[in-house]
């Protein structure tokens, strides 16, 4: 009787002993499920590490290492060999060319729970009903910049805003219009349309808040960042409208008189082919830009020439392809960063000539079309928006 009790409680022990030592494993790490990505929302922070892939796998390499923040909304990957835990949405989206590594272990799912959830509030007293700002809205951001006389940095909490210089803060309302789009509705003040970003801010990749208080702006009216100060500034490329890249293009459009016209070059407008080839001219225009309403085509071999309504009348001006003296764009830029225009950057009828692009670091010439008074203007990096030369 007593040999049985003994090998009984050996038995027990081995099998104790084999269960002790199997790697404890998370119920989410192990779950049959994993056959494709499932959102997920992050407990902690995590580091994730980008991966550029290559052929055969084991000579990919990491470029870079970023870290997502607790709270934060993913699609995750997770797999029983290679990496093991992956993210494939928004700003970590793995793909054929770079893959977004969680460096975490494969039985460790503690970091994340399924799904995207955030947390909701009581309603507060007056404001109607309200759901606290989601994670990644709430901190301290500092200001890139601010037409809209923001203070320095601005705070949100889970049912607070402060944005003003005096350091009033407001009880607000938020709405999540779709991901990473809210709108927040601050108690007494217009409402604030925001986008939350992760993009290259200077140079610097960072969280970044575009905010748009004139819903008819196609661009942020303030910008604010978090982290670290922006020390370092670099410049950029500016996106302004191209125009056609050949006259003919232009048929019943505005053209504009070449960026070399002046006193010793002027753009010849006549009645008539006869008055042209006499040298008998209705007007010469002395000034880069000036725009006219083209309307069709003259061809006098060998010359092209355009039939332009001008201050209310019909006349020909010189249409050559190469020498002419009407183009299809009113602002040129000249390989030295020098910008010829008559228009303002900040104008919305700006038409870059085809192929050209406007750098920060370039200065704008703006020519008045009609008095030909000349106004230098620079960008600030700072302010992101340009200014006069003093």
């Known amino acids: 009787m007593i040999k049985i009790i003994k090998s009984i409680f050996i038995i027990i022990g081995i099998a ?23 959102w997920v929302t992050l407990t902690k922070n995590v580091t994730v590490s980008k ?9 990919s390499y990491e470029v870079a290492v970023y870290k997502a923040k607790k709270g934060s909304h993913y699609k995750l990957i997770h797999r029983d060999m290679g990496y093991a835990w992956s993210f494939k949405s928004g700003k970590f989206t793995t793909g054929s060319k770079y893959t977004y590594m969680v460096k975490k272990k494969y039985n460790d799912g503690s970091w994340f729970k399924m799904g995207r959830t955030h947390k909701k509030s009581r ?11 989601t994670p990644n809205l709430k901190g301290t951001w500092n200001r890139s910049y601010s037409h809209d006389n923001f203070g320095k ?26 991901s990473e789009h809210y709108r927040i509705t601050p108690k007494g003040r217009p409402g604030i349309t925001i986008y ?57 459009k505005t053209v504009f008189t070449t960026e070399l016209a ?27 830009g000036v725009p006219m309403h083209l309307t069709k085509f003259i061809y006098d071999d060998p010359y092209r020439f355009g039939q332009v309504n001008y201050n209310g009348q019909t006349l020909l001006v010189d249409a050559d392809k190469e020498f002419g003296d009407v183009v299809p764009y009113n ?47 620079v960008f600030s990096l700072k302010k992101n928006s340009w200014h006069i030369d003093s």
Not at 51 to 59: A, G, L
Not at 211 to 232: A, F, Q, R
Not at 346 to 373: A, F, R
Request: aromatic share 10%; glycine share 6%.
């Open 16 to 38: 104790l002993f084999f269960i002790l030592i199997q790697p404890i494993q998370h119920v989410q790490a192990l779950a049959s499920h994993w056959n494709g990505p499932h």
């Open 51 to 59: 991966i550029r892939n290559t052929n055969p796998s084991s000579d």
């Open 123 to 133: 309603p507060l007293k007056g404001v109607g009903k309200l759901f606290e700002a």
């Open 153 to 178: 940095t601005i705070t949100i909490k889970n049912h607070t805003i402060k944005l003003s210089p005096n350091g009033k803060t407001y009880k607000m309302s938020v709405t999540n219009i779709a």
């Open 196 to 252: 939350v970003r992760y993009k290259n801010l200077y140079g610097d990749f960072r969280e970044v808040l575009n905010l748009y208080t004139d819903s008819g702006s196609s661009l942020p009216t303030s910008v604010y960042y978090k982290g670290k100060k922006v020390i370092k500034l670099k410049n950029y490329d500016l996106e302004y409208p191209s125009a056609p890249s050949t006259l003919k293009k232009c048929l019943g």
């Open 262 to 288: 002046d006193n010793d070059l002027p753009a010849r407008l006549s009645k008539n082919v006869a008055n042209y080839e006499d040298d008998i001219f209705e007007r010469k225009i002395d000034l880069p």
């Open 331 to 377: 602002t040129y830029r000249y390989k030295g960063g020098l910008i010829i225009s008559s228009a303002k950057p900040t104008d919305n009828t700006v038409l870059l000539k085809h192929g050209q692009t406007i750098h920060t670091s370039d200065t704008w010439e703006y020519i008045n079309p009609q008095t030909g008074n000349e106004t230098s203007y």
